[in-house]
Every structure is written in C-alpha cells, then in structure tokens.
C-alpha cells in the first residue's frame, strides 16, 4: 500500500510502500512520547526503506535518543534516527541501522486513509506518564516493555498484510 505523508508545515512530503499499514502499535516509552506522542504514545508503521521518496529532504533533521541502561545507569545513544521536519517539528519516520530495510512512519505523519486495526498492542506500559489511561479494546493486548510479536508478524496473524 502506497502512503503518503507529510509534516505540518508541508516543507517535507514523503510516500513509502507498506505492507504492514495498520496503526496498531501505541508505544508509551518516554523517547516516543517526548518526540512524537499526543495522547501519551506514539504509533509507528512498517514500510520498506528502499521505497522511501522525498520532497524537501533539505529540512528534514534526525535525533538519536539517549538510552540509559536500566542496570548500569550508562547513557549511550541509540543507532536509530527519528527523522523530523526542522521548520515546524512534525515527527515522520524512525529508521534503524540494525535493519536498514525497514523504515517506520509515524502514522501521525501520514495522510493517506489509513486502515483501521481490529485489534491494538500497547507496548512500554511501564514507561507511561502517570496521567496516561490506556484505553483497552476488549482483544487488545498490553506490555510492559517490547510485545511478543513484530509488526509484520501482528499483520501475518490476523492476515493483514497488504501487498
């Protein structure tokens, strides 16, 4: 499924295939909530990379979060970028070294209609902001910390993987 996408100020358009479209996954950590959450979370997509298009790519900036080891008390900076719009601030897409094949829009960020999920995960439940209360569908799942299953693997199950 083709998405198109863009920041608030329009300085930066962007469209990318996607396979795995549904708005499902509400992270509640406190890199999504700070950078990108409205309502305490933020709802990443999964796209493939090489299909990433840009228009205004010259106001696009990127941060890595600072990540603190919850045993050692370390703060290194992750290998991931958040690609934002340097004019307004809109957040857009993550995208990982790790898996560079992969790239993660904001469902935020997109325009195109987006397919409602039957189901929704709601991940990093013990990193939310005490005034945040999860609204739990009756088939939604929650987690603590990372879900049992990934995206594609969400959209393979309930066989909504868009091609």
Same mark, same amino acid.
């Given at each position: ?8 100020c ?5 469209s ?10 509400? $992270?509640? $950590?406190? %890199?999504?909530?700070? *950078? ?5 979370y933020? %709802? ?5 990379? !090489? =299909? ?5 790519a ?5 941060y /890595?979060?600072?990540? *603190?080891d919850?045993? *050692?008390?370390?703060? *290194? ?7 934002? $719009?340097? =004019? $307004?601030? /809109?957040?857009? +897409?993550?995208?990982?070294?790790? +898996?560079? !094949? ?5 469902? /935020? ?16 439940l013990?990193?939310?902001?005490? +005034? ?6 009756? @088939?939604? @799942? ?6 049992? &299953? /990934?995206i594609?693997? +969400?959209?393979?199950r309930?066989?909504? &993987?868009?091609?």
């Open positions: 499924m083709k998405l198109e996408g863009s920041c608030h329009g300085d930066v358009r962007f990318v295939e996607s396979d795995h479209p549904y708005p499902f996954n509400l $992270c509640y $950590c406190s %890199i999504c909530r700070k *950078t990108a959450g409205g309502g305490g933020a %709802i990443n997509l999964g796209a493939r990379f !090489e =299909t990433l298009q840009i228009d205004g010259d106001h696009i900036r990127t /890595s979060a600072l990540m *603190t919850a045993e *050692t008390g370390e703060a *290194t900076r992750s290998p991931a970028e958040r690609s934002f $719009c340097g =004019t $307004c601030g /809109s957040a857009l +897409w993550l995208w990982d070294p790790r +898996w560079p !094949e992969l790239v993660h829009p904001l469902a /935020s960020a997109i325009d195109s209609e987006l397919p409602k999920p039957p189901e929704k995960t709601h991940l990093m013990a990193s939310k902001a005490s +005034w945040v209360e999860p609204e739990f569908g009756p @088939k939604d @799942k929650g987690f603590d910390h990372y879900p049992d &299953e /990934s594609a693997a +969400w959209h393979q309930l066989n909504l &993987e868009v091609k």
